[in-house]
């Protein structure tokens, strides 16, 4: 007889906003550990029933979900935030710089997306049967948040960026350019209140006074309430303004395709003043296109956490009985059954996307595996020599071994 109680193995030294809904929606029924190690050992020996993290590009969360299949244990991804060009192909972590590319494939067996947008983009990535479409946790809280209705016209302009405005000194350049073209309009107009929250590495340019405190869903929810219109640089913050049913504007003159679609944006100086006089006073027929947007790119048909914990359980279920049986585990598509119109295409070739790579060029099977055998070996030699040059780490690391676990909980 199966104990029904889950065993969840965390990957997280942050970013706990993501799981604690979980927590909360499964109660005593589960155990959340929090691995802030990534030590596939560690994970092997404990043999969790599932492993959840947030991203699959750090190499040991890649070894760790490895090693979790190789035990038969089931791997979750909970998409962190929106798709973003720029941090797509464009950022030096991921393939353009030289890194994996994040999601070409998703290294784990599911990977819970934030609405349809995201699940049929990552679909066609080469992960048809990975995606499924629950929402985000995270943000479950605001499904039933009040906000004080619109002024008609407002008065009151929110203006945001990510919590990185570029991933190299040029997109820096280019978000600090157009937050001066907005900066300068709204400076002009006597009759609207502006709030900054911007990123502190653009605050000095700038010279405003930041409402940016910590990067927490609580504290922007209090400031939206405030305000009538939001202009904000592409990240998971339109989807907060969206739901508050605060008119967004999105601010990116990088010309790069956008992934999340808004009824207003922001691309070239010449916009600046039309947008911000249309968000201040919107047509309703562009206020349903905007809920139509947010529909489609966030799931919010009530709250995420009871949705993802219903897949892990399922997920979980599907990898006992495997186990059981001896069979490898192999999960359905579409477990949650929600029709998100996912792609099956194949593939784009990753030679094609990051022609800057030659190791995607690469077809030779035994070359890639000396390849890897070698960074391996590399890796752990420089790791070892880290150690023993890191005090704090080699306490820390005697502390786990005498509590026989890496493991911590988040307060």
């Known amino acids: 007889m199966h104990d029904k109680r889950i065993r969840a193995w965390c990957l997280l030294r942050d970013q706990f906003a993501h799981v604690k809904p979980l927590e909360s929606a499964f109660g005593a029924d589960a155990e959340f550990v929090y691995d802030s190690e990534w030590n596939p050992v560690s994970l092997a020996q404990e043999k969790p029933d599932i492993v959840i993290c947030v991203n699959d590009y750090h190499v040991d969360v890649v070894r760790c979900l490895e090693a979790a299949r190789e035990q038969g244990v089931p791997s979750l991804i909970l998409q962190d935030g929106i798709l973003e060009w720029r941090c797509q192909y464009e950022n030096p972590l991921f393939g353009a710089g030289g890194g994996a590319p994040q999601h070409q494939p998703v290294m784990a067996d599911k990977i819970a997306c934030l609405g349809a947008q995201s699940a049929r983009q990552i679909a066609a990535w080469g992960n048809a049967g990975k995606v499924e479409v629950t929402g985000m946790p995270r943000l479950d809280y605001m499904l039933n948040t009040a906000a004080p209705a619109l002024q008609k016209p407002g008065r009151r302009v929110l203006v945001m960026t990510a919590k990185n405005p570029g991933f190299t000194s040029e997109q820096r350049a280019v978000t600090l350019r157009s937050l001066t073209d907005v900066k300068a309009h709204l400076d002009s107009r006597s009759n609207v209140e502006v709030f900054w929250r911007v990123s502190p590495k653009v605050v000095s340019e700038l010279g405003v006074e930041n409402q940016y ?4 869903s609580q504290e922007l929810t209090a400031l939206l309430k405030q305000v009538d219109a939001v202009i904000t640089t592409p990240s998971t913050a339109i989807f907060e303004a969206m739901l508050l049913q605060r008119p967004v504007a999105a601010l990116d003159y990088h010309n790069v395709p956008r992934f999340v679609p808004t009824t207003w944006a922001i691309s070239a100086p010449e916009h600046v003043i039309p947008v911000v006089n249309e968000i201040l006073d919107p047509p309703a027929r562009k206020l349903a296109f905007q809920r139509d947007c947010l529909n489609d790119c966030l799931r919010c048909d009530g709250p995420a956490s009871p949705r993802v914990a219903a897949l892990m359980r399922d997920i979980v279920r599907i990898a006992r009985n495997s186990r059981e049986q001896g069979i490898q585990l192999t999960l359905p598509a579409n477990m949650l059954g929600f029709a998100s119109g996912t792609a099956t295409s194949k593939a784009f070739p990753l030679k094609e996307l990051y022609p800057e790579q030659s190791v995607f060029s690469d077809s030779d099977i035994e070359s890639l595996q000396l390849k890897l055998a070698r960074l391996q070996s ?27 676990r890496a493991m911590y909980r988040p307060k």
């Open 213 to 216: 405190e910590k990067a927490v």
């Open 378 to 404: 590399e890796n752990v030699r420089l790791k070892s020599q880290l150690k023993s040059r890191n005090v704090p780490y080699l306490v820390f690391s005697k502390l786990c071994r005498w509590s026989g």
